[in-house]
């Protein structure tokens, strides 16, 4: 498995903007497949963005579509999220995760992954 470590969470008020990085180790592979979910107080968890090998194939929940981007930099092995117009109902912990490097299909699945980050506090306040 890839160890993932998030950063760049916080407190930031409705229509700011924050940017999440995923630092990943270990087993690195710059094919894996990464992606970034949410779990809200009470609620699931939830997709939110998800980006193939090379950056090339992008997917984003309906929520965060056109307000959210994900992209990565292999070289450094890091996955970023940068959020802009963040509302209150944008406030959980994120979490990024890995899908095994066997698969290179993009997926909105959190089932599919298997290795997962700490993930960082993000809350909104209006």
């Known amino acids: 498995q890839v160890q993932l470590v998030e950063s760049g969470g916080g407190l930031v008020q409705a229509g700011g903007s924050l940017r999440l990085s995923c630092a990943a180790s270990g087993r690195t592979d710059s094919s894996v497949v990464m992606g970034w979910f949410r779990q809200a107080p009470g609620k699931g968890r939830e997709f939110v963005a998800t980006?193939?090998?090379?950056?090339?194939?992008?997917l984003y929940s309906d929520s965060v579509k056109g307000r959210f981007t994900i992209s990565r930099d292999n070289a450094k092995n890091t996955v970023y999220l940068q959020m802009n117009s963040l509302n209150p109902e944008d406030t959980a912990v994120y979490y990024c995760a890995a899908r095994p490097p066997r698969y290179s299909t993009a997926s909105r699945e959190a089932r599919l992954y298997d290795s997962w980050g700490q993930g960082t506090q993000v809350t909104v306040s209006s």
């Open positions: 980006v193939n090998y090379n950056g090339g194939t992008t």
